[in-house]
């Protein structure tokens, strides 16, 4: 009798553990309480940025792996440098949401290199790889001063770099093992980019991954 009961009991609760189960898989997600998705322009067509709206999704297996050897795969510290300041998932979505509104002070940085590129980005981003940026990996100061100029908005006169209407960098590479955003990073301060004008988005793909975030093939 006793046994008949727990069995009873167990199928109850296995069956309102189902029932629980199935009406979660229903549940919407969204990115905050107030925001399902925000649109944004990625290669000059509209995309949309949401979360994958499968309850019981798992992280893409890229960024499943947790122990990568360090060095080079180290964790980042949380600060990277003075003035530099440190965003999240939401302020990311806010940055792309007005360049894609046609603000032309900022731009979002893929800083990975192109096979990581090609295996998704965040939609918007646009891929400058931290080679680039980085003298020791043969990049020669014309064309750094190119980039400077073309893409960031600096500008130079008699030898002198003027960042008074430089662009607002949003960067970010794999996640908080990755050290190519904050190479980037640590180039542009080399050269006198204004701290207060790099933004840094330490979790990166690993935690856009994770979060269920939109992306697109990277070229």
Partial sequence: MLKAKLVAVSMLAAGLTIS??????????GI????????VVHDGKKVKISRNQNN??????SFAKTSRPCPPFCIQP???APGVETIGEVEVIEYLK?????????LVIDSRTP????????????????TKLNPAKGADPVSIMEIMEDEF??????GLLNFSK??????FCNGMWCGQSPNNIKNLLKFGYPAHKIKWYRGGMQDWEILGLSTVPGK
């Avoid at 629980?20 to 997600?29: D, E, L, M, S, Y």
């Avoid at 019981?56 to 297996?61: E, G, I, L, Y």
């Avoid at 096979?115 to 790889?129: H, R, S």
């Avoid at 430089?166 to 960067?171: D, E, G, I, R, S």
């Fill in 166 to 171: 430089a662009k607002t960098l949003v960067l």
């Fill in 153 to 158: 908005g600096v500008t130079e006169s008699e």
């Fill in 32 to 39: 905050t309480p107030k925001m399902m998705d925000a649109e």
């Fill in 78 to 80: 949380s600060t990277l």
């Fill in 115 to 130: 096979d990581w590129v090609k295996k998704g980005t965040i939609p918007g981003a646009k891929n400058l790889p931290w």
């Fill in 20 to 29: 629980a189960n199935a009406f979660a898989a229903g549940k919407p997600v």
């Fill in 56 to 61: 019981k999704n798992t992280v893409n297996p």
């Fill in 98 to 106: 007005k360049m894609s509104a046609g603000d032309e002070t900022i």
